[in-house]
């Protein structure tokens, strides 16, 4: 099971630290990833991810350099640090699991069994 929080509203430039908890595995075990849709969005985003057990880290465009994807193995939870936030961050973002990713399909959700309910972010001013 995973469970979002710490979404919620920002002027932009702002900061906002998502929390994946993780619970039924051990989240170093799995690729850990997260999404986002636009409000009346059919497509899920990829943001970034953690590959897990090869330690390797993913992002896209719009999150490289801004978002930071880490674990707290104490705590079998993953975070997505966000900076400087936009308004076209806007999203409900997910965090989503998987016991293996293919670094060349991280950000397809389709590869994805596992998935939060997700939590709103929302960027105005």
């Known amino acids: 099971q995973l469970v979002e929080s710490g979404g919620g509203s920002v002027q932009p430039g702002g900061s906002l630290r998502l929390s994946c908890a993780v619970s039924?595995?051990?989240?170093?075990?799995?690729?850990i990833a997260w999404f986002r849709q636009v409000p009346g969005g059919d497509e899920r985003e990829g943001i970034a991810?953690?590959?897990?057990?090869?330690?390797?880290?993913y992002y896209s465009d719009s999150a490289q350099g801004r978002f930071t994807i880490s674990r707290d193995a104490a705590k079998n939870t993953v975070y997505l640090q966000m900076n400087n936030l936009k308004p076209d961050d806007t999203a409900t973002y997910y965090c989503?699991?998987?016991?293996?990713?293919?670094?060349?399909?991280?950000?397809?959700?389709?590869?994805?069994?596992?998935w939060g309910q997700g939590t709103q972010v929302t960027v105005s001013s």
């Open positions: 989503a699991g998987e016991e293996f990713v293919d670094g060349d399909y991280w950000s397809n959700d389709e590869w994805y069994d596992y």
């Open positions: 039924g595995f051990t989240s170093d075990d799995y690729a």
């Open positions: 991810c953690d590959s897990g057990k090869d330690g390797l880290t």
